[in-house]
């Protein structure tokens, strides 16, 4: 997220905030006694992102829905498959 940085191996939190963003040794500066320290073993954090809004409805619609989908999707591999695709089978 910071082209100048574009990837860190720490990140510190404290009281919800994000607190500094570097190098292991600078961000363990900011280590205290209740400090809770997760290796994530080399794996990335990424921003969380809270969709603000529902496909309920969507979801309700689609289940009334024949499944035509190719695989790995559906199981669908011929025109036959599509017809025969009972509605509701998604």
Do not use: R, W, Y
Not at 2 to 13: D, H, L
Not at 20 to 39: F, N
Request: hydrophobic share 45%; charged share 15%; proline share 7%.
């Amino acid at each position: 997220m910071n082209t100048s940085q574009p990837v860190a191996e720490a990140v510190a939190i404290a009281d919800g905030k994000i607190v500094a963003v570097g190098a292991e040794a600078d961000v363990m500066t900011h280590k205290g006694d209740a400090t809770e320290v997760t290796d994530l073993g080399g794996k990335a954090v990424v921003p969380g992102f809270v969709d603000g809004h529902s496909h309920f409805f969507s979801l309700v619609d689609v289940q009334t829905q024949a499944l035509c989908a190719s695989p790995p999707a559906g199981p669908c591999t011929t025109v036959a498959d599509v017809i025969a695709a009972p509605s509701g089978s998604s």
